[in-house]
């Protein structure tokens, strides 16, 4: 079936370094990518998408570049604030399911701590 | 705009209690879905609509049901709830199937 996978967490930064989290999925079909933020107490929250490859999704600093060779949609920010400190997510969807509902399959989730 | 809320925010049953989670949304949206979220696992989704009178069944749906009476409302129940079920419970719509989805803050859910 389809998956997401993400690295491990927490992930612990000062400030002003550089982010990458690691995204890999598996598909049987071409997918859209995303990644959502929960920051603590609340929802999930759309950062960026890529709906084909090569395509590159950017929002607040942080960019993703859908890589279909790797299957991979890895996000970056050269520069975290304290204010990134959050759950990142990664998902996937190919669209349509059985009864026209769009189903996100997400990965685990890699918490994000960013230190002054 | 209030966007997608839910109510209550924390629960706590003992096991074979019963109850409703509402979802209420403001943007008109036709497609509306429930998730849960577990420590490791992500979110899975539970059951989800594609419009006002129809349900249907996700990846996790058993010990669970869902009503949308009306456009703006989804409705989760537990009929008999086990400690399976402690979790925390999002829901979230979108305008048309490819639609980027909106979540609420979500209800922490304990079934002692």
């Known amino acids: 079936g389809d998956s997401v996978t993400q690295m491990e967490g927490p992930v612990t930064l000062s400030e002003e370094a550089f982010l990458t989290i690691n995204c890999t999925y598996t598909a049987t079909g071409y997918p859209s990518l995303f990644w959502y933020v929960q920051y603590p107490g609340e929802g999930l929250q759309l950062l960026l998408k890529?709906?084909?490859?090569?395509d590159k999704g950017s929002n607040k600093g942080f960019e993703a570049t859908y890589r279909k060779e790797t299957t991979s949609f890895h996000l970056e920010k050269g520069s975290v604030q304290v204010s990134d400190s959050a759950v990142y997510f990664c998902?996937?969807?190919?669209?349509?399911?059985?009864?026209?509902?769009?189903?996100?399959?997400f990965g685990t989730g890699t918490q994000l701590k960013v230190e002054l | 705009n209030a966007g997608v809320t839910q109510t209550p925010k924390f629960r706590v049953l003992k096991t074979g209690q019963s109850m409703t989670l509402l979802c209420a949304q403001d943007m008109n949206h036709e497609y509306m879905y429930w998730y849960r979220q577990d420590p490791g696992m992500g979110l899975r989704l539970i059951h989800y609509s594609v419009g006002e009178g129809t349900t249907a069944k996700g990846e996790v749906p058993d010990g669970y049901n869902v009503s949308r009476l009306k456009k703006q409302n989804f409705l989760l129940g537990l009929e008999s709830a086990a400690p399976s079920q402690t979790s925390v419970y999002f829901c979230a719509s979108s305008r048309t199937v490819y639609n980027e989805q909106f979540f609420g803050p979500g209800t922490r859910l304990t079934v002692l």
């Open positions: 890529a709906t084909k490859a090569d």
């Open positions: 998902a996937l969807t190919l669209g349509v399911l059985t009864g026209g509902g769009n189903k996100l399959t």
